[in-house]
């Protein structure tokens, strides 16, 4: 019986030990809830459909939204990517154009200067055109490590990743790492609490991310040019434009193992956001 009431007190303090552990507080801490949000851009009334979703009727076109995206919480203001720039919204023939910094302040309230971070989900001009921080002056920029190296080192000598990488864009990247004002993420991490980045290389680029967010309707995932449009995410099918197919179906399985329901998961050019989420209208949809 002796034997018994000593085992029972080691296995009490043991269990008060893993009660107290840092790992054990961190697991219970309550995670912070953010709000989501796609700001609209630009509009395009007709696009290449095959471009969008691999192996789609060459003769079918689609309507195209120009994004981007804001977190909001936990004393934060986050965008995610920041559009394009003037002069290639008039070489594409955006319709409705408005710079992002604008957008953000007409649309949702928000000044230029509230905003904390910027995510750069890829290199390619609609989505790192706008991200200057004489337009967010307080904003810490994060991207892939692999995305900057590309960009910064092979595009320069592949005229077909020009299409899309702009030299000025990568200048100013680079410029920004060497004066401390970019952060490079190696891989998938937690930026912030509940607030994540997975790294998908050799899909749409060489080093694209997409973001999972915690809110109150569960962990929403922006997949920004790994899922274009809604159908991408409900037919499997993946992207036109892609590196390597089979990674590039194989970031839609995970993307919908890290959002609470394939509801969550965000496309980066789909209009229908707008119709899934119509609130508050105007141009912009919460994500809930």
């Not at 953010?34 to 509009?43: C, L, Q, R």
């Not at 309230?109 to 905003?115: G, H, S, W």
């Not at 590309?150 to 702009?166: D, H, K, L, M, R």
């Not at 499997?236 to 995970?254: F, H, Q, R, S, W």
């Amino acid at each position: 019986m002796k034997k018994l009431n000593v085992l029972f007190s080691l296995l009490l303090v043991v269990s008060l030990l893993f009660a107290l552990s840092p790992e054990k507080a961190y697991a219970t801490e309550k995670v912070p809830i953010y709000k989501v949000y796609t700001v609209n851009y630009g509009y395009t009334p007709s696009y290449p459909a095959p471009f969008l979703m691999y192996l789609a009727d060459a003769s079918r076109n689609c309507p195209m939204d120009w994004a981007f995206w804001v977190i909001k919480g936990n004393g934060r203001v986050i965008l995610i990517d920041t559009g394009c720039n003037e002069k290639l919204a008039k070489k594409w023939g955006l319709q409705n154009y408005e710079r992002s910094d604008k957008a953000l302040s007409n649309k949702l309230d928000i000044k230029p200067e509230e905003v904390t971070d910027i995510f750069i989900t890829h290199m390619h001009w609609d989505h790192v055109g706008n991200c200057k921080l004489d337009y967010f002056p307080n904003a810490t920029i994060w991207m892939q490590k692999t995305e900057l190296e590309f960009a910064s080192t092979e595009a320069g000598q592949n005229p077909w990743a020009q299409v899309a990488i702009q030299e000025d864009d990568v200048l100013r990247m680079v410029k920004y790492n060497w004066e401390g004002r970019l952060k490079l993420i190696d891989g998938n991490q937690e930026l912030y609490p509940g607030i994540k980045c997975y790294l998908f290389p050799r899909t749409h680029t060489y080093g694209s991310q997409a973001i999972s967010v915690n809110t109150k309707s569960g962990t929403v995932v922006l997949g920004q040019d790994l899922v274009y449009r809604f159908e991408n995410i409900d037919k499997m099918t993946p992207i036109g434009t892609g590196l390597d197919l089979y990674e590039c179906y194989k970031a839609l399985v995970t993307l919908t193992e890290i959002a609470s329901s394939k509801r969550l998961i965000v496309p980066g050019h789909d209009p229908a956001v707008y119709e899934r989420w119509t609130t508050p209208g105007k141009g912009v949809a919460e994500i809930k």
